[in-house]
Nanobody
Framework: QVQLVESGGGLVQTGDSLKISCAAS????????MGWFRQAPGKERAFVAA????????YYADSVKGRFTISRDNAKNTVYLQMNSLKTEDTAVYYC????????????????WGQGTQVTVSL
């Protein structure tokens, strides 16, 4: 399995931008569809975005469409999530995940997970 480590989370204010990263090791990242999920306190882990192996296709949850951008650099074995116009409801632990499936969405489609990075958006 591929090992994933997220970084870049922090405390920001409403309307700010933040870019979080996910570094992979152990396997070549280009072999995996990559995704970002988030989990707020008391809620289930939810899909945020996904990107295809080469980065040519991206998918987003309706709640972040137009504000978040997922990207990848396979040469650096890294996936990114650029978050703009952040809202308090974006506060959550953000997880990076890798999938061997085509067009994954559910948490069960992803076999490798990072430990998460906290993003807190204050008023």
């Amino acid at each position: 399995q591929v090992q994933l480590v997220e970084s870049g989370g922090g405390l920001v204010q409403t309307g700010d931008s933040l870019k979080i990263s996910c570094a992979a090791s152990g396997r070549t990242l280009s072999n995996y569809y990559m995704g970002w999920f988030r989990q707020a306190p008391g809620k289930e882990r939810a899909f945020v975005a996904a990107i295809s192996w080469s980065g040519g296709r991206t998918y987003y949850a309706d709640s972040v469409k137009g504000r978040f951008t997922i990207s990848r650099d396979n040469a650096k074995n890294t996936v990114y999530l650029q978050m703009n116009s952040l809202k308090t409801e974006d506060t959550a632990v953000y997880y990076c995940a890798a999938s061997a499936y085509n067009n994954p969405r559910a948490t069960t489609d992803f076999g490798s997970w990072g430990q998460g990075t906290q993003v807190t958006v204050s008023l």
